[in-house]
């Protein structure tokens, strides 16, 4: 198997395409280069935005502002006038510039500390005093991974408020069970879809307890001695510790980390990324059930008017929200992968070989988990549930269903369960117990309802309970420009 | 590159070694079969039997005998002599039997279900009464699970505070710190270690966590609705409520799952699996840094009197078993992965492309986390350390080291931070800034020393108090019979 | 949640077991002791055996043997008594001396050198001369892979025969296709499984590709210099080369690698365990296509006449050998990750850490690799086929089959296939557009039939003249003693 | 631990960004949306162009041309003025409009073949006639593939091309090997790179393999029967095998692929994924090396003149090209498994959980790999050696390289090799064998001179040979525009 016209192919990628896109008009590199379809297609705009340079050079600043005026208050010599001048120059960030420095630097928070002094050029003297790069890298990755992850826990309340009234309403509505993806013993719909909101609720649980764990790197310095916050105060710990804790108080937490090398322990990251690849493998999960129930033609997720199911086959009616799923949860799984083998791998009080796979997996994992709970929604409010077919199925499989009643009250009345079990079994391979239809009337579900109550009752109900402020702003929080 | 004799291979493979094993008089499988080394040379005694056919089975009978008694208690007619019958038979496991049986029934529950019943032959009518086979396996399992981790936790603890020692011993003793593994600014040794020690600290409540959260699957029937159990009790809620309860107390825990399928969600082995994976990728990471520390001269794992480095360079003083912890560690992240993937990947009420998967992963998983524990102890108790390298490596960058202290007062003087950083950086790149030999006296840690007393006491003591029971039992809980 | 009884659990993990073990006169360890489940469930002897300590350890006798031969051969003065005496203790392994002397060596390799020199004295001195542990591990290991991969080959090559029966019987058997698992246009059965041979004849060529490519690491030294066999022959390389060259023909192999480290690159590892893995993958995707398609009832794996499907639901019949392959894959592929993350973390001329987890990894890669391949055969030798049920579902999507045919008819005869297909998705949304029963005789499979029969002609039929030596000795090839 | 200000937060990253960024005139999306780093920082405009969506829009237009053409050769009532219609308007591309129709149609091939009938109105009718969706996404896709692996083979060339030189001017300069990194056997340095270069070459093939092998999807229609060509060419088998290969040699491939279902199997991605995975795992295992080597201060990465270490640590030159190399070797390795997973999990004849991934991976892996590839070039082409830092490491540890030369010699007089062994290991536990400072003159780096040039003649020199083509136009083929 050999290809032809091989030789020119490399100059054409290399050429043509920017000329194409000139004759075009087509100045927005939008089109003309790779763009991660997470930001122009699944994920929302907050997400999207959050995870820009923009707001990440902004809570930089902020964080420099922050350390001056921390400083100042213990004592170090810093002028109102540089701090006031900071201020002021907050919100004028040339990043053209930025980068043009960074070109002969090769270091990208040296460049933002060099293009923050030229517009506040009487703060130029003190600016990241006493600091490491970490400093700000560090402290304005936990504020964002913190920030992102309040979003999630928020949509993820509203997947999960959403799924209560689906079980609320079919919580007695009988359907076939499925083990194997056989036909097993009969299930309430309602009861099935506690399933997916328990593991949901276990995984809001773990984000929430990351949040709850994570403490910041505060200040600790170039090698988290603290080496030159001692020198500027005269070797008072104490001092070095109120700065520290300072810092953490205008970031909003509580206390930094007691120790740290130059960064944070990469575990951090490991456990919002875990977190995260867990409520993706509950969403990869029930997507299957999803697809598998669209199959059935039991329940479909929401299709537009103007859908097309096919580019071929016009009448088709495919899942795709729910397949989307499937596939960026493998994704996400995937990419959560990296922050252990990061953390794994580091040496010492830190090397290097984070930075830039953090660069891209803290911000991917964030952005497929958003799409993944903006679809999750899309998907439980536009639920499409089909009596007839779940009845149809219910029938086929009636005669099976009663065969464990028939075990139990046989041993109840004295019969060995052992021989009655072998008995039914060779009633099936033989054809004798065939699937012949019955009535759904008489199938019996067990406590599927009751089980299905209680768990509204005593899960559900005090989960949204604790969450009534995170369910009022839906529009706020949702907004995937989503196709 | 092509290979001769490649005809008479595979029959060599079929037929030789049983002959040879024959004439060898080699009967022990041993020797003939493959065995995980985990098993024949890295894993503690008491983990490797706690994951044997034997073990399991005999918490299958005792989950069997506690399913008849909570049922006749409850009102289910069942004999006291056939409850005293299983108990009589409880130990009579003749595994030989359960396999031929198994050959046949190709069921592993019902194989068991038959051999039981032929050694108790008068509770063979009642035995398993309601159970699907889920019922003895995930019971069985969170339990088998739940000890496993108490294990590693207590292991865990003993790792730690042996750390600990070496923490308030090493406090204040100066060493050379790195960033990218280029000399950076100096720390202590101790303060050093507090990373370690806080990541295994964070390790040990994740897994203590899960311990907390993890409710076993109790008895909810063929596909989680309980129908069995309802029709034992004709469908009184409370009772079929009761026996949940009662057999989860029996286990030793409060409370079963609120729902399930037909098995227990399988994010709970991903619970564990992570935690444990989180905890090798913390002893990953010491494992490179004490590989580096050992290549610097500065600190060294034990050597035996007679252990030979190299078979070929017999000077060779190696990092084996830190070398170990790395490889093992590689393996448990990996095999942990598979946890999720099961997860994500499950079909509705339950499917069975779990079961292969988890008989390997779930026992390999925690045995890798055991030989993990075993080597840190090792290690952490037998740590060498080299005065003399580490003063020697202090001079060397001693003039480096200052360079930090004059920026700092140069600014306090009033000069420009980013001009008497310039100023160094190219002094250091003309080599005006040689890296000439210094006193280590001067060398400053900043609050090196004073950071890890305050870890020692805020973070470590706090902690140890907690698990003094667990301290107290050293020898029963180590034992790997190691190479 | 907190579980009770905690303090007495670690103990009991301790001494309770084997005081029972003893009381049940289990001596063997196989019951008492973690055993892998590919060893005692899935995998076949022939592999099983493969990967013993008993195995390695021949190989390694030999290897010595080969190098001293060789060497007397190129002038080192060793006696042909010397060769004698190795050649007649070949066979005397005593592994528990070899593990006596392990314990205070702390080195595998010259636990066995030492072991072989005692019952082999006159060799003693020459043991292992010029060698490094490398010489006889990594050659071993490539005589084990290699042979393991002749095995999986072999294998391989009846599943495609088997399936390529298959083929030719149901080539013009239409069925259902389905995309999204949502009825799309028909296809034959033959030409569905063309797809699975596909895939698998792939897998067998870069398998086999491995083959071709790799190279022992023949005799390179301490750190892959050949200095000590410089030394020994008086830096003559051509004579270097040619010992080199001369174990490598022993061995079976045309050339060794032309430089190493200590041993041979760890991509090569990768290179067999990434090829075993793309076959999981071929033998998952296969998996789940069974899988659905016995849920759809149209196929199913072969069912023993005992055999149990539920222990709680007697009429069961599940897909449970196609879901073990699910779940071995998933292992597989897990599994197969370490080669790659051991092979990029190597340092130098080569680090320890890949040791422990090559102990693991490559055994039971091989063994799963095996398992997936004997439940294969075991499948698609047993595959039931259910024509009425085929027929029913293929008249139920009747309707929608044909649309496809008309918006085709309709563009050729001057309409516009845009809104045709439109017009389509108009009567399908509406209801116009039902599923109602239509003949089969009319359904049109395009040229599925023609496709399989080229494919068989194309494809498979010179793939299997090329491979019928493995097609001979199927009882010798196959063999799980398997559930 | 609690965080403060948290209910504004979520409210924040919603509302506050958008408007800064209007305030500050931010009207890129670059800067205030994500972007990936690879297209932002680290990878060539070529690549980043070449996954542009206006690349893949252009490739479907010319897709369907090719259709349409080849359909009207072989007899479909198609006209010229048709033709000529998508000729004139193939690159009047309206991306806003696509994304409009998008909106409502949900169907990404739909809208496209909606946009180009708006702009070629003549055309309409037959556009995309008897195509399903993957006719123009899977061709597509398998074209972007093989130029984008086209161009790491050529960047790859040149990679080992330069290493090729360094081989040859260091092939006898003597430096320390390492073992376990612990001083071991001398090498040369030469000798080392060949270790490097060994793996890249064998990437390259591993690469160049996948090309070799890989054959477009073609024209098969809905579900692979290529049924509704069948129906244009009134079931002429040979009309519909004619166009699928007049197709594929449009786009310069020999043969479509024998069989698939709606799309090309999934495998296809695994190979093209792996093999650049493959290709990061000899990069990482390189890139320690190097930053190992540049701890010793024998090897260091180029720096450049006005580059700043540390933001703190203002003497610091650390290897952060090769850090990064690590970086994101581990990010492509993690990346490619969704390769593997997607076409494990696939579904008969297709499901859509492939799509949103492979957008993501298949890109971004590229990316990575040229981004590494980029670095590997920038490293190589400014290795900056240290004579006197090797020269001094070398005198340090002079005595236990004699070690071997001993034993060898020993042994050769007569004593045992063992014996000799013991010795050696005796004399330096107690202190005899002292790390003296030794001549560098005489020691013995055995064959590495003559391995490397043997590795230059005979493996390397073949190679560049035909790589000649590849390597005349570096300035075309490098140019990240990197940091």
Known sequence: MKKTGKKTKVKAIKSNLK???????LTSPEYTQYRNPLTSRYASQAMIQHFSELHRALLWRDLWIYLAEEEKKLGVPIKPKQIQAMKEAREEIDFERVREIEKSLKHDVMSHVKAFGEVA???????HLGATSAYVTDNAD??????AAELILSKLSFCIAELGKRIEKWKALKVTGFTHFQPAQPVTMGKRLCLWVQDLIW???????????VRPLGCKGATGTQASFMILFQSDFKKVQKL??????RMGFKQPVAVSGQ???RKVDAWFLNALSNLASSFSKLSYDLRLLQHLGELREPFGKKQVGSSAMAYKRNPILAERITSLSRFLMNSAHNSSWTHATQWLERSLDDSANRRIVLAESFLAADAICELGLRIFSGLDLDKTKIEDDLQKHAELFETEERMMRGTLAGGSRQALHEGIRQATMSGKLKKKKGSSQSIFCGAAKEQAENFLRMELKPFLGKQSNRLKKKSQIFGADAI
Chains 1, 2, 3, 4 share one sequence.
């Open 244 to 249: 520290d804790e300072a810092i953490c108080s």
């Open 121 to 127: 050029p009487e703060a130029e003297p003190i600016l």
């Open 203 to 213: 995984d809001f649980e773990e984000l929430q307890n990351v949040l709850n764990r």
């Open 263 to 265: 960064t944070l322990s």
């Open 142 to 147: 936990v504020l964002i991974q913190r920030e």
């Open 19 to 25: 000329q194409r896109a000139k004759n075009m008009k």
